[in-house]
């Protein structure tokens, strides 16, 4: 007769409860993901700001009310990125300010801001007019 042996216990990790939870998450967080950005109001901040000092008018790009876009004076609506990459003064510096019209789409300012950061600008300066 063999000697008596101890009961041997399960050493393996069940998972299947885990994995279903697990699912059941994914599908939740699927399903609510959509929910939580649609119909997000954006309601943006009224800021009081003092004057900011420009350093020189050249390096200014100013977006008009019907979303033409201007360096300095001169329209530079349809080839923006190449006028601001061909600036030696711009490349050197990596500094520019933008001025908006506040009736300007929000495109066309995101569109000179894409083309100041394309150029190699680091520092890009929003100027508005400040609340009495």
């Given at each position: 007769?063999?000697?008596?042996?101890?009961?041997?216990?399960?050493?393996?990790?069940n998972?299947?409860?885990?994995?279903?939870?697990?699912?059941?998450?994914?599908?939740?967080?699927?399903?609510?993901?959509?929910l939580?950005?649609?119909?997000?109001?954006?309601r943006?901040?009224?800021?009081?700001?003092?004057?900011?000092?420009?350093?020189?008018?050249?390096?200014?790009?100013?977006?008009?009310?019907?979303?033409?876009?201007?360096?300095?004076?001169?329209d530079?609506?349809?080839?923006?990125?190449?006028?601001?990459?061909?600036?030696?003064?711009?490349?050197?510096?990596?500094?520019?300010?933008?001025?908006?019209?506040?009736?300007?789409?929000?495109?066309?300012?995101?569109?000179?801001?894409?083309?100041?950061?394309?150029?190699?600008?680091?520092?890009?300066?929003?100027?508005?007019?400040?609340?009495?």
């Amino acid at each position: 007769m063999r000697p008596a042996t101890r009961s041997r216990g399960l050493h393996e990790l069940n998972l299947t409860p885990l994995v279903d939870v697990m699912l059941v998450l994914l599908v939740v967080f699927m399903v609510a993901a959509p929910l939580l950005t649609t119909g997000l109001q954006v309601r943006l901040p009224e800021v009081k700001v003092t004057n900011t000092p420009v350093k020189d008018g050249r390096l200014v790009v100013s977006v008009a009310s019907d979303g033409r876009i201007f360096f300095g004076e001169r329209d530079s609506t349809a080839d923006v990125e190449a006028i601001l990459r061909a600036n030696a003064r711009l490349q050197v510096e990596h500094e520019l300010y933008i001025r908006a019209d506040k009736d300007a789409r929000y495109r066309a300012v995101a569109r000179a801001i894409a083309a100041a950061r394309s150029a190699g600008v680091t520092s890009v300066n929003l100027l508005v007019e400040p609340e009495p």
